[in-house]
């Protein structure tokens, strides 16, 4: 019987692409990262907090398959999480995301990580143009909040975490009972607003 992270798998596997949306998890090698990661958080255990963020980046999640990494993170992020995770994990290239090194620049002075994810866990993009961003629409967000409720399952978090107004929104609306909080996005200048949040929920 499949377990619980082979269903997600599926399920994400699944997801068609569109004229703006591409599925990362359409590829072997955003799913084998992405299974790596869900093992490496139960079997090292994480600080309890899921954070959930808007969608995958181009040039971060999108290619990893892990939210909020980059492949520069994934090869070089001296942070022991990454390091154990490491040879469990692979890369096709080295970007590197602003995002994503802000994040675990802001976490190498701590040995415990929070566990990451996106409300839209799939990378939504301008017409036609895979390179580029742009925000979830609210229905996209919608159906991206029964994938979440499955990756608490798996995850067990003790408390949710929105990275953005998107995702903090969107829970709200749901009324998550997991959910305790806004953290600022750290991309476009918010890089002082994250830091500050993640400390004053002692992350």
């Given at each position: 019987?499949?377990?619980?992270?082979?269903?997600?798998?599926?399920?994400?596997?699944?997801?068609?692409?569109?004229?703006?949306?591409?599925?990362?998890?359409?590829?072997?090698?955003?799913?084998?990262?992405?299974?790596?990661?869900?093992?490496?958080?139960?079997?090292?255990?994480?600080?309890?907090?899921?954070?959930?963020?808007?969608?995958?980046?181009?040039?971060g999640?999108?290619?990893?398959?892990?939210?909020?990494?980059?492949?520069?993170?994934?090869?070089?992020?001296?942070?022991?999480?990454?390091?154990?995770?490491?040879?469990?994990?692979?890369?096709?290239?080295?970007?590197?995301?602003q995002?994503?090194?802000?994040?675990?620049?802001?976490?190498?002075?701590?040995?415990?990580?929070?566990?990451?994810?996106?409300?839209?866990?799939f990378?939504?993009?301008?017409?036609?143009?895979?390179g580029?961003?742009?925000?979830?629409?609210?229905?996209?967000?919608q159906?991206?909040?029964?994938?979440?409720?499955?990756v608490?399952?798996?995850?067990?978090?003790?408390?949710?975490?929105?990275?953005?107004?998107?995702?903090?929104?969107?829970?709200?609306?749901f009324?998550?009972?997991?959910?305790?909080?806004?953290?600022?996005?750290?991309?476009?200048?918010?890089?002082?607003?994250?830091?500050?949040?993640?400390?004053?929920?002692?992350?």
């Open positions: 019987m499949p377990d619980p992270i082979s269903n997600l798998l599926a399920i994400l596997e699944g997801y068609r692409n569109g004229h703006t949306v591409a599925n990362p998890y359409g590829h072997e090698l955003q799913r084998g990262n992405l299974r790596a990661y869900f093992e490496a958080l139960i079997r090292w255990p994480y600080t309890g907090d899921l954070l959930v963020g808007e969608a995958p980046g181009y040039a999640c999108a290619l990893t398959g892990m939210p909020f990494t980059s492949e520069a993170i994934i090869q070089s992020s001296r942070h022991p999480f990454i390091c154990r995770l490491r040879p469990l994990l692979r890369t096709a290239g080295t970007q590197s995301e995002t994503a090194t802000i994040i675990w620049n802001y976490l190498s002075e701590r040995p415990a990580v929070p566990a990451f994810w996106n409300i839209f866990p990378h939504p993009h301008k017409p036609g143009n895979p580029s961003n742009r925000t979830p629409t609210a229905e996209e967000a159906f991206g909040h029964g994938i979440l409720n499955r608490a399952e798996i995850l067990a978090p003790k408390r949710i975490l929105a990275i953005g107004k998107l995702p903090y929104n969107t829970l709200l609306r009324k998550h009972p997991l959910l305790k909080g806004y953290i600022r996005h750290p991309a476009h200048g918010g890089k002082a607003g994250f830091i500050a949040g993640m400390k004053s929920f002692g992350i």
